[in-house]
């Protein structure tokens, strides 16, 4: 259901939108409490969605404990070794093709399933928890000589203060730069109580002690003093093209590469992310 909810990228009107946002907003006075409960589990439990892409032979499976439960890890290649984070209700299968690319380039690709998707562990997902499933991977290895992402996971990437994460360069896949317009913009037109939603979003703050108001994660970006490289296809329905057009405009350690008819999903195993990881990798 929470699919549904943001990746709704439609403005028209819908009367569907319309009985969600009169039923949502009248369970939240009636029974504020119990909406509350039922509006964690709906907004926070992401699709636990079914591998695509076939096992690579040679992949090793591994596992990682985290905050938020076991972490399901995928280990393939040898040589310096690449983090890969994919995004809300994906798993690291999306990743299946592209890392046994990198593992016949030389290098070692670990992806693994953040919490509450994939295999891994875990009930709720949400920024928090994707930034504490990064961080509790990096803890788990040596050295990392950099990290892919792709949506919701480059979010967390950048938000990630853990200093494996900072100290690498990024190749960020189909972004969200502006995770909290994205956020809420996907909810209102989803046609959810937003006063509703607004609590939950404390709430999840207050709990892991993580201020809504701190995730920027495109003002992070300029912070970054390694370089950074965005894949991104001009018509994602999804993700904003012209946000990552501006921040390659506005930073001078960002690259845009722009595609065509990707979109959100294909572009993860298109030929232009492997070109520029290969050129990336080897700066």
């Not at 093709?97 to 994939?118: C, I, N, R, V």
């Not at 788990?140 to 994460?165: F, L, N, P, R």
Request: aromatic share 8%.
């Amino acid at each position: 259901m929470s699919d549904k909810i943001y990746f709704n990228t439609s403005k028209k009107f819908n009367l569907r939108r319309s009985l969600v946002n009169v039923g949502t907003r009248v369970h939240h006075k009636i029974a504020p409490k119990h909406a509350r409960k039922i509006a964690r589990q709906l907004l926070l439990t992401p699709v636990r969605s079914k591998p695509k892409n076939p096992e690579p032979k040679g992949l090793v499976k591994g596992v990682v404990k985290s905050a938020h439960g076991d972490l399901t890890t995928y280990t393939l290649g040898s040589g310096p070794l690449w983090v890969l984070n994919h995004g809300w209700s994906g798993t690291a299968n999306q990743f299946f093709p592209l890392m046994e690319f990198m593992a016949q380039s030389g290098f070692t690709a670990l992806a693994y399933d953040q919490p509450a998707h994939g295999t891994s562990g875990g009930a709720y997902g949400h920024i928090p928890a994707f930034v504490q499933g990064l961080e509790a991977i990096l803890d788990s290895v040596d050295e990392v000589d950099g990290i892919i992402a792709h949506s919701m996971g480059t979010a967390s990437t950048v938000e990630c203060k853990h200093q494996k994460a900072v100290d690498c360069p990024l190749l960020l896949i189909a972004p969200v730069l502006e995770y909290l317009e994205n956020l809420f913009g996907s909810v209102k037109r989803s046609g959810y109580s937003m006063k509703l939603f607004e609590e939950v979003v404390e709430e999840v703050s207050s709990e892991y002690h993580y201020p809504i108001h701190t995730i920027d994660p495109y003002g992070k970006l300029k912070l970054r003093a390694h370089a950074t490289v965005i894949v991104h296809d001009e018509g994602d329905r999804f993700t904003s093209f012209d946000v990552s057009k501006r921040a390659a405009g506005e930073m001078e350690k960002v690259t845009l590469v722009s595609t065509k008819g990707l979109g959100h999903g294909r572009i993860m195993k298109s030929d232009q992310v492997k070109q520029n990881f290969v050129e990336l990798a080897r700066r």
